[in-house]
């Protein structure tokens, strides 16, 4: 790792090159200390938002605006504060957006990535490597907003039948946002770093693999999926593994387009299924930044961030671990 | 059929020997899937710059750029000077806690990297923070700042006690997102420099510390830029993290009287939150406002994508003869 032999102890800098070292060795260090301090800090400050409710934490029951609410209107008295918070839809919303976005995602970046290393026409190809960086690039502000402005009213209007909105009144309104488009919008936002990730793994997979495969007389889409995917695995779960982390922590486009309902979707429901809104975990965070102020409430807010936080290193110890352990077999991850 | 017309119009890997693969329903449907993912890509490009340019013309003025934004947050009317300013402002304030930490950084671990295991860990250190969500972040800094021990950077509430709210906060945990962004790309830069590069210079009886101030860091110049650019694109697009650290005013409300010191410690918004608060989401509720200051911000975003480019189109240094 260490690049070029060190010079010859007991030259005239020798002093000065170990304080430089140690300077920079401990700037190093202090990211390491700086995530154990981000650790410590959330869930010490969320811990009495899951001390009160124990495992329950995680379950159903109830709804959870109102508890929420609840929680905000608890009484000044410190031991009178009111706790109780049944997280599950917000679990699962998560879930659900997060896993439905991946998994889209998924798809259209590896359809994209073969059509950028071996079916586009060399300048479609080039027009396409700069779009890709721009879908990367474009602010989640702003796909919120289009979203809102644009997408929310066309479900909202043409695409949910009178029909659907009548069916749940009782229990919810349908006004278009919902999962259908924080999805959509998840989706695209996340692909493009997936599909850069994934083309440049295919790029890197040698010549004579796919060219043993033609030789064999298998076309050009077979080579690529057979041999080249397969190749380039270990880089298709590290590109999922990262894209997952983008999606659980998109906060801002989601609390604007999924519907500020902290309500579990219900597959049962047919189509309006697609139309139900869903609040993930970081979006309740903006949704209710507003009531960090007031303690219990706050601290609830943490233990939605310490939820997040934990994800995420989970996340990023078993994308090493997925990349690791396939390196053997196939091209390095890069 | 177009399916297989279309590929057959790529000149791809193995011109030579075609036509005498088969191909299967399923492949071809498979080409038609991967085209129409490659076009669906275009087509949604095309459609979000056509529209924003469509309504960022349409609703942006001039005079908006220049004109403060009225006081309260529900009131309409008023430009977005104060949201540019401070987006300026923080990008300035992340990139330079960023740029200096994230070379320090790759330096150590490319240059030093002893003990190896804390090296290792470093490392994934470094991606942990690249793993970790903004709004979390944002949540963190809120935490910490909001101890008296810092009270001295943000405008204090009732008894006392910090807000945790202000410039300097939002800049410090912006420079975390941009962080591994510098990191990585100075890494690379440092890698491309071959060994005998830094053999001569040990030859010529420099230190490490001095060749690294004296030749590897000029040499990896490019890679920084880059690096310090992307990390900025990414501040400049944030929203997350000034939306819970920025407190809700538009316009800058210094805190204390010490000049640029009442600035970085005092609240007001970035162009992010000014889009969010005018969209329907937010309470300001003026679509025409958001598209405008949207429309700037997607200029700002690409200019810095383009630059970009520029800094890595131009010609490297070549180290080979």
Known sequence: MT???APAEGQPGDRTDQRTELVLGALSAAVLLLIAFMIVFVFTKAWPSFSHNGLAWFGGGGNVDEQLTNIFNSPADPDEYVYTLHAWPLLYSTALITGGAVLI?????????MFIVEFAPPWLAKVLQPVVRLLAAVPS???????LLVLVPFVGNDVISGAEKESVQYVIQLDGTGLIVGVTVLTVMIAPIMIAIVTDALRSVPRGWTEGAAALGVNRFRALRTVSLRAARPAIVAAAVLATARALGEAIMLSMVSGSHAFAPNPLDGVTFFFEPALTFAAAIVDHADELSVKPSGQTIYAFAAILLISSAFLSFAGWVARRSMRKYTLAAR | MSAHAGARAAPGLWGRIRGNESWSVGDRVGVGLAWAAGLLLCAIAASIVLYMLFRGLQFLSFSDIFSHPLPGLGESGGGFLDPILGTVVVAVLGTLIAGPLGVSIAVWLTEYARPAWLARAVESGVEIVAGTPSIVLAIFGLIVFQESFFSF????????????????????????????????????????????????????????ASTIRRVLLPASRRGIGTGVTLGMGRIIGDT????????????????????????????????????????????????????????VLLAIVLALNFAVDLITRGKGKSWTR
């Open chain 1, 3 to 5: 690049q070029g032999g």
């Open chain 1, 105 to 113: 995602g998924t798809g259209l970046s590896l359809l994209s990535a």
């Open chain 1, 141 to 147: 502000v702003i796909y919120g907003l289009i979203a």
């Open chain 2, 153 to 208: 950077l943000s405008p204090t509430g009732e008894g006392a006690t910090p807000l945790g709210r202000s410039f300097f906060i939002a800049g410090a945990m912006m420079s975390l997102i941009a962080l591994p962004l510098v990191v990585g790309a100075t890494r690379e830069a440092l890698h491309s420099i071959p060994r005998h590069v830094r053999e001569a210079s040990y030859a010529l009886g420099k230190d490490r």
């Open chain 2, 240 to 295: 997350a993290i000034v939306f819970i650290l920025l407190g809700a005013t538009l316009r800058f409300e210094p805190n204390g009287s010490l000049p640029g010191w009442d600035l970085l410690t005092g609240n007001g918004s970035t162009l992010t939150t000014y889009v969010f608060n005018n969209s329907p989401a937010g309470e300001g509720g003026q679509p025409e406002k958001a598209y405008a200051a949207a429309f």
